[in-house]
């Protein structure tokens, strides 16, 4: 005697599921923790807290770091970067502007790479003709192999109140992604 045929399944069913549903069930299992894991390893979320960044990212808004930008390549001038504060589960959102090997400082708001100043286009256009109205001064210093220096573009505040400085390669989280 023969056994019966089951009928053929719809199309719509073999679209969705095809035509094992536990290949497709394990098959998806697997992509989704592929993907959950590639996500945790490759993209932090940050959020921006403060003012220090604006103008070019505000208070509130929600960011992602890509953690792998740095794994063949250093940071770059102009990158803004998630810094890991010792000890903390904190992440800063900076802008790199000093690399390893150069000269920094601050004269009057204006920025000096090797004694010539940086161009940063990033910044508050300047008002009545002053770029940087709160006129940091910081004094020279010499950036060694994987130090970098990093600020954040709301230059107006008083420096006081700006975290900025020397930052070492191993705290650098990531590169922001842009949208």
């Not at 394990?26 to 960044?53: D, N």
């Amino acid at each position: 005697m023969s056994q019966p045929i089951d009928p053929p399944a719809p199309w719509w069913q073999v679209m969705a599921i095809g035509r094992n549903p536990r290949t497709t069930l394990v098959r998806l299992a697997i992509t989704l923790v592929l993907v959950f894991i590639g996500f945790r390893v490759s993209i932090q979320p940050i959020l921006v807290q403060g003012i220090s960044m604006q103008p070019t990212y505000k208070d509130g808004q929600r960011r992602f770091l890509n953690q792998l930008a740095y794994r063949f390549a250093p940071p770059q001038r102009g990158d803004v970067i998630g810094i890991r504060e010792a000890g903390k589960q904190v992440l800063l959102l900076k802008r790199v502007i000093g690399l390893p090997g150069e000269r920094f400082r601050i004269v009057q708001g204006t920025v000096l790479i090797n004694g010539e100043p940086l161009e940063e286009p990033y910044l508050l256009p300047p008002t009545n003709g002053v770029r940087n109205p709160a006129r940091w001064n910081v004094p020279e210093v010499r950036l060694e192999e994987g130090e970098h220096y990093v600020i954040g573009d709301n230059r107006s505040m008083r420096q006081d109140d700006h975290y900025f400085g020397i930052v070492a390669r191993d705290r650098i989280v990531g590169r922001l992604m842009n949208p």
